[in-house]
């Protein structure tokens, strides 16, 4: 399946990545550590986007949905831990669209097993849409 821009656009803010209500801190708790390597992941991810966007201009548009993504990410895992500051934004040398199709395919898998470890039913469906944005972004970028 190739998606398009405005493909990607659409599917992205539809897998939801929020908690739904009544997730509680307690349910975070037990899966601290879960929430904390997330959110380290998903603040990287954002960063090397960033970075890579900064050197390819040409990529702005597309690089700003998968920015949304991560920010959504970002805030929703920020509830239930805290998040770590950002990191360096610019990208080593090579990094380019196919980093960010195999970053995205890489945390795919991360939140995948992550979904499947986690206590929290709430934060398992996090980390599941979580992977479903990933897989997404990774089939959409592989084409670039």
């Known amino acids: 399946m190739l998606c398009t821009g ?3 656009a ?3 803010p539809l897998t939801g990545c929020a908690l739904e209500s009544g997730a509680t801190a307690t349910a975070a708790a037990d899966d601290a ?5 997330a959110l380290a992941d ?3 991810f954002a960063a090397t986007c960033k970075g890579i966007r900064e050197r390819n201009r040409s990529l702005t548009k597309q ?9 959504a990410h970002i805030a929703a895992l920020a509830e239930l831990g805290e998040a770590p500051s950002a990191p360096n934004p610019t990208p080593k040398p090579g990094q380019s669209a ?5 970053t995205a395919a890489r945390l795919h898998e991360k939140r995948m097993a992550d979904s499947q470890a ?3 039913g709430a934060l398992a469906q996090l980390f599941a ?3 479903a944005s990933h897989a997404v972004t990774a089939q959409y970028w592989r084409t670039r």
């Open 10 to 12: 659409a599917v992205l």
């Open 42 to 44: 998903e603040a990287d």
């Open 6 to 8: 405005a493909v990607t």
């Open 118 to 120: 986690a206590q929290a």
């Open 98 to 102: 196919a980093s960010v199709s195999r």
């Open 129 to 131: 849409s979580m992977a």
């Open 63 to 71: 690089l700003d949905v998968v920015l949304a993504g991560q920010e």
């Open 33 to 37: 550590d879960l929430v904390q390597a």
